[in-house]
């Protein structure tokens, strides 16, 4: 069975430019995560998407962090403009179902810098 | 709101000791709770997870927890440590109730080191 798939595995750009990341769950799994892992902490919950439409965004910062899953399999993690404080590993995992005793499968992440 | 509290950032363990990672959470209701491993560059994996019923359950690569609820506790542990074990080790916390609570809360993670 494929894993998350996550792209790209490294950023780096500079504070005020855009970046986005493309996440490809397990297939079949209808709940989709992405997480905000800054150096020396847990992963941070950003959003969470049941098929293609948002379960919880609540600690989204919304001013600058979009996301979407249009077709309810992969998605995009957007953010515009960058902040040095965005510098961190962007997780994304999936589940079968959302909340519960199910476990999530999570996939590389990708690595942000900002200058 | 919930949480999860890893109380040590690093532990250090001989390669065949047992070894123990802990973790104590606060929630409301009965806690669903995990254990995941990360290993450098790489996403995290699960290892074991508690439900309900026997509160010492068995995970993958010979890993196991002791849940305690008195204690809010939910202790990693392994009989004899091997030098591929280390890495970093998060415990997490979801609650059952509805709403936001049904997040998975992260503890802050504890670098593991078996040392040869």
């Known amino acids: 069975e494929a894993g998350v798939a996550q792209s790209p595995r490294y950023k780096i750009i500079e504070k005020r430019q855009s970046v986005a990341f493309w996440c490809n769950p397990i297939?079949?799994?209808?709940?989709l995560y992405w997480y905000q892992q800054i150096l020396g902490q847990g992963p941070k919950l950003l959003i969470q998407?049941?098929?293609?439409?948002?379960?919880?965004d609540s600690q989204l910062p919304k001013d600058r962090f979009s996301a979407e899953r249009l077709k309810g399999v992969d998605s995009t993690l957007k953010i515009q403009p960058a902040k040095l404080e965005d510098s961190a590993v962007y997780l994304c995992?999936?589940?079968?179902?959302?909340?519960?005793?199910?476990?999530?499968?999570f996939g590389p992440g990708t690595r942000l810098t900002v200058t | 709101a919930q949480s999860v509290a890893q109380p040590e950032d690093q532990v250090n363990v001989a390669e065949g000791n047992p070894l123990t990672v802990k973790c104590t959470y606060s929630?409301?209701?009965?806690?669903?709770l995990f254990w995941y491993v990360q290993y450098p560059n790489r996403g995290l994996q699960f290892l074991l997870k508690?439900?309900?019923?026997?509160?010492l359950v068995k995970g993958s690569y010979g890993f196991e927890a002791e849940f305690n609820k008195s204690q809010t506790s939910f202790h990693l542990k392994k009989p004899s440590a091997l030098v591929s074990d280390s890495a970093l080790y998060f415990c997490?916390?979801?609650?059952?109730?509805?709403?936001?609570?049904?997040?998975?809360?992260f503890g802050s993670g504890t670098q593991l080191t078996v040392l040869p």
């Open positions: 995992a999936s589940s079968l179902y959302t909340g519960g005793p199910y476990e999530q499968y």
């Open positions: 297939s079949g799994h209808a709940t």
């Open positions: 998407f049941q098929n293609n439409g948002v379960v919880d």
């Open positions: 929630v409301s209701g009965n806690p669903y």
């Open positions: 508690y439900i309900t019923g026997d509160n």
């Open positions: 997490a916390v979801r609650s059952p109730i509805s709403g936001s609570a049904r997040q998975l809360t």
